[in-house]
């Protein structure tokens, strides 16, 4: 069993940055895709960005030239650097992993969310 563990987040006002950090633990042996989604109060989880284990990044167009998703490959983690955080940034961030334990099997592995809210 694969799991997710998030970092970071929290209260920031308009334009202010923070940044996420999430770690796979278990059994694993690969790793391909890793991302961050986002659900708002009321809405719809949502892509924020991801990132394939070539490091080719792929970024909501909300998002785009203010968050930064990067990954360590030798320690397995993925960070998002979020700049110039708007009110509408504020939602709980989920992060994503997905791969292949040792025995072969294909994982998809969520963590429990982390709050960011930004206030104007």
């Known amino acids: 069993q694969v799991q997710v563990m998030e970092s970071g987040g929290g209260l920031v006002q308009t334009w202010g940055s923070l940044r996420l950090s999430c770690v796979p633990s278990?059994?694993?042996?690969?790793?391909?895709?890793m991302g961050w989604y986002r659900q708002a109060a009321g809405k719809q989880r949502e892509l924020v960005a991801v990132?394939?284990?070539?490091?080719?990044?792929n970024y909501a167009e909300s998002v785009k030239g203010r968050f930064t998703i990067s990954r360590d490959k030798v320690k397995n983690t993925v960070s998002l650097q979020m700049n110039s955080l708007r009110p509408e940034d504020t939602a709980v961030y989920y992060c994503?992993?997905?791969?292949?334990?040792?025995?072969?099997?294909?994982?998809?592995?969520w963590g429990q969310g982390t709050q960011v809210t930004v206030s104007s």
């Open positions: 994503n992993a997905k791969g292949l334990t040792i025995s072969g099997k294909e994982f998809d592995s």
């Open positions: 278990g059994v694993v042996f690969s790793i391909n895709d």
């Open positions: 990132i394939s284990s070539a490091g080719t990044s």
